[in-house]
């Protein structure tokens, strides 16, 4: 007679060990930009073309410190995640006026692979900052 044979396995995963992540995005020249047409001349306060442009800061935080430049495959994107990559360090500069009565926001997006040291586990982390525009009526 047939004698029947199995195996099986158990995981067990405790989710405290792993490390909290924190991230998010921070704006030199705040989130708000003004925009006004006067007498069909285009006026932004504040204008990121001159006296200062718009720097957009990648942060996370797995425990105490900022580990932005420690994620591998970094991308910021603008519109949506799946964007096209602007570029891969933790800041990224905009230098032109963005936002109109047409497109009064405009979303950007940092990402990266967090892996953990001690558990090996990957987190993708995906950060969002929305520019918007406070339109004012003149």
Known sequence: MA???STGQFTITDHNDAVSITSFISSSRGVSQVFANNDGTNVFVPDW???GNQ??????YAGAGNIA??????KWSADTPESASLGSGTTYTISTNLLTE???TKTYYFQGDYTDPVT???SHIISAVTLTDRKRVV
């Open 102 to 104: 047409a497109s009064p």
């Open 3 to 5: 004698t029947l044979v």
């Open 120 to 122: 090996g586990l990957v």
């Open 49 to 51: 073309t001159s006296g």
């Open 69 to 74: 430049a420690n994620l591998s495959n970094r």
């Open 55 to 60: 720097v957009l800061t990648a942060y996370a």
